[in-house]
Nanobody, 128 residues
Framework: QLQLVESGGGLVQPGGSLRLSCAAS????????IGWFRQTPGKEREGVLC????????YSADSAKGRFTISRDNAKGTVSLRMNSLRPEDTAVYYC?????????????????????WGQGTQVTVSS
């Protein structure tokens, strides 16, 4: 069974940092573009960052630029999302997703329907 599993969420104070991790079970992440998304109740799932499989190219949503970075460790089969300078409005459930044929070079790979596999999500709460 193909699964993605996120970890690393939690409660953090405004201005703090968190590192989320995404791991695959049943398949190798090396061959997929990976995206991080977030969602709050009543809102659409928002693409935050994506990263390619081959060249490691990334693309960020405006909300993430300068604060969030995405990286992949193919040896470990994981993709990480490092979030700095967190704000209360970053509070959401964060999901990682894998795209079979996607190429992360622009906003298209921040659209949820470009992705084929999803994790269950991890809650990030930014609050004092």
């Amino acid at each position: 069974q193909l699964q993605l599993v996120e970890s690393g969420g939690g409660l953090v104070q405004p201005g703090g940092s968190l590192r989320l991790s995404c791991a695959a079970s049943g398949f190798n992440l090396d061959y997929y573009a990976i995206g991080w998304f977030r969602q709050t109740p009543g809102k659409e799932r928002e693409g935050v960052l994506c990263i390619n499989s081959v060249d490691g190219r990334t693309y960020s949503a405006d909300s993430a630029k300068g604060r969030f970075t995405i990286s992949r460790d193919n040896a470990k089969g994981t993709v990480s999302l490092r979030m700095n300078s967190l704000r209360p409005e970053d509070t959401a459930v964060y999901y990682c997703a894998a795209s079979i044929g996607g190429y992360c070079s622009g906003p298209r790979l921040l659209m949820w329907d470009e992705y084929d596999y999803w994790g269950q999500g991890t809650q990030v709460t930014v609050s004092s």
